[in-house]
């Protein structure tokens, strides 16, 4: 069946942002049902999840294959219960067909706290939250993907598949073998549990993430669907590279993404060209962990200007200060530069690995006020491990001093500074990943005495709530057992967590009290013996080297970026940067 939109014409004329859920967006394909429907699921607003290029991604795998790819956002309240209300199922965006009757439904899982946004999805959609309340039911395969995919065990028993490293073949894979035992057979999961990437929580196997070598080979769309309405980012995005140099200690992406795999600069003027003739935008982002460590940026921004048409400007959101050049910035950036320094004092940037200078960033944000820019944002965290509290006065310190810097010379406009500090979270497979996390009061100490540091030196700022910092923590670090808590909270109401105005703390309490789970013991310091529920997983990073990382940090040491010698983290065979796969 389809959902005829003209028997919800009332309901879409009284909801906020109606183009949310109508589809017919320009530049998307015509979709037509084929033997294996697969639906591209987003556990937030439509917004948001139209700005995420690795959905783009996975959808364009499956269609290549001749296969059917739409897509379906999280309604926000007023559609949900509207859709309630009628009687009607979630539906996708291109065929408007029923989430129910897909062969598979793919939630990408960027954040711990949309995790209650896919029963919320489910639910709208008529379908059963738990896999064993599914079984025997004709219902499609529930599978989930992205970062959060690193720690499955939270969602384990909500679904079937978990799809685990790069997604740009594997998924399409599984489609292949579910059309070729014609269902979701013994057999089917017996086959693709053999394949990289894989993991089926009902037969909790062993998994070796997906990597893709040759990023220059892989698949990448020619056009983007173009939104309704404005989203988060709203402009052509490629990827420049996956995979971070660095390795600082707390930056989980930094290591379940490796090896460090650039694609080339024609790749990437031709995939920029073509986004930009599709699409009608007139701005393109070279997307990255950080930018301004791929190899030839000059080369690739020099490629890109002589190529894309007159008044294309390019953004690069990942530029960190000892990689600024102002020849990088363009007329239409210069409104506010981003940095993170992580923390206040060189000591503990040493610990964290985090290899810059407040030299470096005083000179990058010189460079920056230099050619026009008039406004700083800082990013900043509390409660990493050692930290003191010169740790957090050394933040105002490094305010302090680039005010100066800009007052130094005569400046057309006043200098804003905003500082963001948002609290250290310990994740799966990072050297941090045995620590505490902060408890609410010394997170509450913390930011008291920050304010402290930076009063009267005019600078805005902001920071995490510390129960939001407490409940992503659990739900990163958590077991099966954690699954009880969520689908407990969904019960209570709990929606939309990530999301400020909307985090239904009463909600999450009310379900750990009904649990009989206790979130502090997911939130203690970890053994280093102790096994962990992630255990299983083979990101290709081994736990000696994050073991020896983690004493490294205690003893203010720092191992520096792969990009100069390779620190034998266990992908040499992989990376080519260690002289491995090409």
């Known amino acids: 069946m389809t959902v005829n939109l003209e028997n919800l014409r009332e309901l879409l ?83 408007k ?89 013994k057999e089917f999961f017996d086959e693709i549990i053999k394949l990289d990437g894989v993991y089926v929580p009902a037969l909790s196997n062993k998994v070796r993430k997906a990597l893709i070598n040759d990023l220059d080979g892989a698949i990448f769309p020619e056009r983007f669907t173009v939104p309704n309405c404005e989203s988060v980012h709203d402009r052509a995005v490629i990827e420049v590279m996956r995979g971070c140099y660095r390795g600082c200690r707390f930056c989980q992406a930094g290591f379940i993404y490796r090896p460090v795999r650039p694609r080339s600069a024609e790749t990437l003027t031709k995939q920029a060209c073509s986004l930009i003739a599709n699409t009608g935008y007139d701005e393109v982002s070279l997307n990255s962990l950080s930018t301004g460590d791929y190899p030839s940026l000059r080369g690739l921004i020099k490629s890109l200007k002589n190529s894309l048409p007159d008044g294309v400007t390019l953004a690069l959101p990942s530029l960190r200060a000892d990689s600024f050049d102002g020849e990088f910035a363009q007329d239409a950036r210069r409104v506010s530069l981003t940095f ?13 690995n985090k290899d810059i200078t407040e030299d470096e960033i005083i000179k990058a944000a010189e460079s920056a006020f ?36 800009y007052k130094k010379k005569k400046r057309n406009k006043p200098l804003r500074i905003s500082v963001s500090c948002s609290t250290f979270i310990p994740k799966p497979f990072t050297p941090f990943q045995w620590e505490r996390l902060s408890t609410q009061d010394e997170i509450k100490s913390k930011q008291e005495k920050l304010i402290a540091s930076l009063r009267g030196k005019g600078v805005t700022l902001n920071w995490s709530d510390g129960f939001t910092a407490k409940l992503e923590a659990v739900l990163a670090r958590g077991d099966r057992n954690i699954g009880k808590v969520i689908e407990l909270a969904y019960k209570n109401g709990c929606i939309f967590d990530g999301w400020d105005k909307e985090l239904n703390k009463d909600g999450w309490k009310k379900a750990f009290e009904e649990s009989g789970i206790s979130p502090d013991e997911y939130i ?15 990101i290709g990073v081994t736990k000696e080297f994050l073991l020896s990382e983690r004493r490294k940090a205690y003893a203010g040491i720092v191992t520096g970026n792969c990009q100069n010698s390779c620190k034998g983290c266990g992908l040499q065979k992989q990376c080519s940067s260690a002289g491995g796969k090409k």
């Open 13 to 95: 004329l009284r909801v906020e942002k109606p183009s949310r859920y109508t589809g017919g967006e320009f530049g998307a394909p015509a979709l037509r049902p084929s033997a294996f429907d697969f639906c591209m699921c987003f556990p937030d607003l439509y917004e948001v999840g139209m700005s995420n290029l690795g959905i783009k991604i996975v959808a364009e795998s499956i269609l290549e294959r001749g296969y059917t790819a739409d897509f379906c956002f999280t309604p926000y309240k007023d559609f949900g219960s509207g859709l309630k209300e009628l009687g009607v199922p979630l539906y996708s965006l291109g065929l």
């Open 370 to 405: 230099d050619i026009g820019y008039s406004a700083v944002k800082l990013y900043f965290m509390l409660g990493l491990p050692t930290e003191t509290d010169e740790d957090l006065e050394g933040i105002g310190r490094i305010c302090s001093i680039i005010k100066y810097c």
């Open 524 to 538: 203690r310091e970890r053994d280093e013996n102790e096994i962990l529920p992630w255990d299983f997983i083979d």
């Open 340 to 352: 993170a320094p992580e923390a206040g004092t060189q000591r503990l940037r040493d610990v964290i």
């Open 97 to 185: 067909k029923p989430l129910k009757e897909f062969d598979m439904l793919g939630f990408s899982m960027q954040f711990e706290l949309s995790y209650t946004n896919m029963l919320y999805m489910l639910d709208l959609a008529g379908i059963p939250l738990l896999r064993k309340e599914r079984e025997n039911g004709n219902y499609p395969l529930i599978a989930i993907g992205g970062p959060c995919a690193v720690n499955p065990e939270p969602v384990a028993d909500f679904v079937d598949i978990v799809f685990i490293g790069d997604g740009e073949s594997v998924d399409a894979d599984v489609a292949d073998l579910y059309v070729k035992h014609g269902k979701a057979t």
